[in-house]
């Protein structure tokens, strides 16, 4: 897998990829439009920042790459790549609880908060991706 040098793209498969955990500097990209939605990405080595509608959807630090991203209340699934471990946050429903699987195996399950929050943590390799699964319970 390699960075999104476009910042953020529709795949040919229909999903979202975006970031690139190898700039030095904030770059940012607004206004793509996906699904009847309006997107903007944040991103750079310390951060990656995707909005929906001013919503955001995923967050993670440091930063890093997302492949095949879909989703819905449901199930989010995507890839991702990062220069080492990560945190990301994902907005979901609120006080529901997910089941986590990384690279096919179950890594427990997560509550979200009031706000909808989804928080979890990664060990990554650079240069290597794991897939993610996140599913309601």
Do not use: W
């Not at 630090?61 to 819905?72: A, H, K, L």
Request: with cysteine; net charge negative; charged share 25%.
């Amino acid at each position: 897998m390699s960075v999104i040098e476009e910042l953020i793209r529709k795949d040919d498969a229909g999903t979202l990829s975006f970031g690139n955990y190898q700039l030095d500097a904030k770059t940012k990209k607004s206004d793509f439009h996906y699904e009847g939605a309006s997107y903007k990405i944040k991103t750079f080595k310390e951060i990656t920042k995707l909005e929906k509608n001013g919503a955001l959807v995923y967050e993670s630090v440091p930063g890093s790459t997302v492949t095949g991203f879909r989703g819905n209340s449901e199930v989010v699934e995507f890839d991702v790549e990062a220069p080492g471990d990560i945190s990301f946050t994902l907005e979901m429903e609120p006080s529901t609880e997910y089941k986590l699987v990384v690279d096919g195996v179950s890594a427990g399950r997560i509550q979200t908060n009031v706000g909808g929050k989804l928080n979890a943590s990664l060990s990554l390799n650079e240069g290597s991706k794991s897939g993610i699964k996140i599913v309601k319970c």
